[in-house]
């Protein structure tokens, strides 16, 4: 575990982790691509809803929403992927974040009333098992030796 340059290097657990994070990452921006080819169902939705807006109207809130939450999407996904990073060199502080960051993730398939798409679903399920290794023996042991360490 501790190299010839006294630096620890992380199990194979973490680097699952790691791995599995960045995989949760390109589903995250994958969601971006599904939810910007959904911008007719979008309008269709809003034209149902009874709302009083004419058409350049509802093409704006469309639009909006669609920037809106790709925005979020993304900027999770960059401070997931730093986080990720602070995970593979030990920080126990980055496994907590994505801990709670993963939570939400799972929680937020719940919360769309089915409306999350297909890589939604999987960067959960991924961010999940990626939690998981993050917290076996052998990342608690890497955690704690960086925490010594630092």
């Given amino acids: 575990m501790t190299t010839a340059t006294g630096r620890t290097t992380p199990p194979g657990t973490i680097i699952a982790a790691f791995v599995g994070f960045l995989a949760s990452c390109v589903f995250a921006v994958t969601s971006v691509g599904v939810l910007v080819g959904t911008r007719d169902d979008l309008v269709e939705a809003l034209r149902a809803s009874g709302t009083a807006m004419t058409e350049e109207q509802l093409q704006s809130a469309a639009t909006f929403t669609q920037v809106l939450f790709a925005g979020i999407a993304l900027v999770i996904a960059l401070v997931q992927l ?17 801990t709670v960051f993963t939570v939400f993730q799972v929680a937020s398939l719940f919360i769309g009333e089915g409306t999350a798409t297909l890589p939604a679903y999987g ?4 961010a999940a098992m990626a939690v998981v290794a993050s917290y076996l023996p052998a990342s608690n042991v890497y955690v704690d030796t ?3 360490a630092g």
Avoid at 87 to 98: E, F, H, K, V, Y
């Fill in 146 to 148: 960086v925490k010594r």
């Fill in 123 to 126: 960067g959960a399920a991924v």
């Fill in 82 to 98: 730093w986080l990720a990073f602070k995970l593979r060199s030990g920080r126990n502080w980055a496994r907590i974040l994505l």
